[in-house]
């Protein structure tokens, strides 16, 4: 349970961050200035590698208490909400995660044992960076969530796993700003280095962010990010319709700082409303309708007793 509860604390930091990055990518830019150069190189890519991989995991706790066959019908629910997102914000991930979990997800789930899934998730990912990165990484990180999920790795190996992808994403950071820095001067060309550094320290920087966040976790920090992430789909459902909407005022800034200053009212606001809807129901909205959907009925929500309200989680077989 206290991993469960840990996994809600990851998603609901990685929900926050994808509120910012989005937001900002989703923002005309005209001249870059030292905001866009900050969110390029310290946030875009960092947030959605951790919510993939959380999906893989999500997938495998789901099917330790489900039939293969609610799966399928989750995962064909979760494609609809995807087009529904579709009609008013053309960035949405929702269909990819849909497809991807039911073309690779469900087949390596008869698959034996961890380690075969996580090198099988590493070769994924090394292909889709080849091929272009962006969504060609996700059946990769689906596929070391579910790896992970199985192997259970120890503790002890957060400390010296988050020095070394730390590490890693500050040195390839620097070398992909020293390239791009370098182009800008006319002192060398586009090299295809740069977007393979860019990509690679954006891998490690998700992960160095995941295992720096499991590390100082603390319960009023897990307080915060728990309600975020219990809620993770109509978070970023609403977020995705505060940009849509926030567009013009957006895109008449040319200093950025309306992106920064949208995401973190919307997410604050969206941290407060979590915390107030979960004292009272099960589910988030739209994770209750994804659920009466998947099992075609109505489901309970609502808490009836104070002993309710006082559970810190829903089963995590269904999260």
């Known amino acids: 349970m206290t991993r469960i509860r840990e996994l809600d604390a990851l998603r609901g930091f990685a929900v926050g961050g994808i509120m910012l990055v989005n937001t900002w990518q989703h923002t005309d830019k005209g001249v870059r200035n030292g905001v866009d150069w900050t969110i390029e190189a310290l946030f875009q890519s960092r947030f959605y590698p951790i ?3 959380l999906f893989g995991i999500s997938f495998m706790l789901f099917l330790r208490g489900n039939s293969r066959r609610a799966l399928v019908s989750r995962l064909f629910w979760l494609f ?14 929702l269909t990819d995660y849909a497809v991807y979990g039911a073309a690779v997800l ?16 590493l070769a994924a990912t090394a292909w889709g960076l080849k091929v272009g990165g962006g969504p060609y990484l996700i059946p990769g990180l689906f596929l070391l969530g579910m790896g ?6 120890p503790r002890r ?31 060398a060309q586009a090299s295809p280095y740069a977007w393979i550094a860019y990509s690679v320290a954006a891998l490690a920087g998700a992960a160095a962010y995941s295992l720096g966040l499991l590390l100082v976790l603390r319960p009023w920090l897990s307080a915060v990010l728990e309600p975020l992430g219990r809620m993770a789909l109509t978070n970023y459902v609403s977020g995705t319709a505060v940009i ?8 008449a800034d040319p200093t950025r700082w309306s992106v ?16 107030w809807w979960l004292s009272r129901f099960r589910y988030g909205p739209l994770e209750w309708i994804w659920r009466c959907l998947t099992w075609f009925r109505p489901m309970p929500n609502r808490l009836e007793s104070s002993r309710d309200r006082n559970r810190p989680l829903p089963d995590p077989r269904l999260s």
């Open 51 to 53: 919510f993939s991989l």
């Open 80 to 93: 609809c909400l995807g087009q529904v997102q579709h009609l008013f914000y053309e960035g949405e991930v």
């Open 106 to 121: 469900l087949p390596a789930s008869f698959l034996a044992g961890g380690l075969p899934v996580l090198l099988l998730g």
């Open 148 to 153: 992970l999920y199985q192997l259970r790795p």
């Open 157 to 187: 190996l957060l400390l010296p796993s988050f020095a070394v992808t730390g590490l890693a994403t500050v040195l390839l950071t620097a070398a992909w700003a020293s390239m791009r820095a370098a182009e800008a001067s006319g002192h």
């Open 244 to 251: 849509a909407l926030a567009a013009p005022l957006l895109n």
């Open 260 to 275: 920064v200053a949208l995401a973190a009212v919307t997410v604050a606001g969206q941290v407060l409303l979590s915390r």
